[in-house]
T-cell receptor, first 114, second 114 residues
């Protein structure tokens, strides 16, 4: 069975600085998708960025980028120029190409200090 | 706002009560999902509907009963719940069920079972 591990329950960063959130996953499949979701205190989960496993190029979305290491089964999220509005829970998620299930990690709470 | 609404936002019920959670999506999507989010645990997929047909039941106890009358509405009927069922219940929708599809989440219903 696939699993997703986020080993950092909490992280903090100063405004304008860069922070990296870690995520590792376990799978025997070769075709899958990886996601980072953000859940602010208002609780509405929002997609931040998505990576297709067959793509070698790391996904980038404005200040958010990933470091996808397929062999190491690692999928970290880098937030550059951190802003106060980035404070939230961040969830890493995995989805096989063969199932309906989105498998989530336990989340990392990010605090941003002015 | 992601185009997915949930009511009520908060619910307190006794173990003998019957209540229903409602989800509505305004995105023209065909797939809808119920997730359970408990403290310090990964989000757990409960049910998946595609074109009003249930395609996934993730071994959910029968005291949770989903209903999908059309592609825009999803209900979760609750009866004889247990205190350990207290959690945040999230609804999501996606255009299709493909693994590349982005799921859009509602704000959730915070449920407390006494």
């Amino acid at each position: 069975a696939q699993t997703v591990t986020q080993s950092q329950p909490e992280m903090s960063v100063q405004e304008a600085e860069t922070v990296t959130l870690s995520c590792t996953y376990d799978t025997s499949e070769s075709d899958y998708y990886l996601f980072w979701y953000k859940q602010p205190p208002s609780r509405q989960m929002i997609l931040v960025i998505r990576q297709e496993a067959y793509k070698q190029q790391n996904a980038t979305e404005n200040r958010f980028s990933v470091n996808f290491q397929k062999a190491a089964k690692s999928f970290s999220l880098k937030i550059s120029d951190s802003q106060l509005g980035d404070a939230a829970m961040y969830f890493c998620a995995y989805r096989s190409a063969n199932t309906d299930k989105l498998i989530f990690g336990t989340g990392t709470r990010l605090q941003v200090f002015p | 706002e992601t185009g997915v609404t949930q009511t009520p936002r908060h619910l307190v019920m006794g173990m003998t009560n019957k209540k229903s959670l409602k989800c509505e999506q305004h995105l023209g999507h065909n797939a809808m999902y119920w997730y359970k989010q408990s403290a310090k645990k990964p989000l757990e997929l409960m049910f998946v509907y595609n074109f009003k047909e249930q395609t996934e039941n993730n071994s959910v106890p029968s005291r949770f009963s989903p209903e999908c009358p059309n592609s825009s509405h999803l209900f979760l009927h609750l009866h004889t719940l247990q205190p350990e069922d207290s959690a945040l219940y999230l609804c999501a929708s996606s255009q299709g069920q493909g693994p590349e599809e982005t799921q859009y989440f509602g704000p959730g219903t915070r449920l407390l079972v006494l």
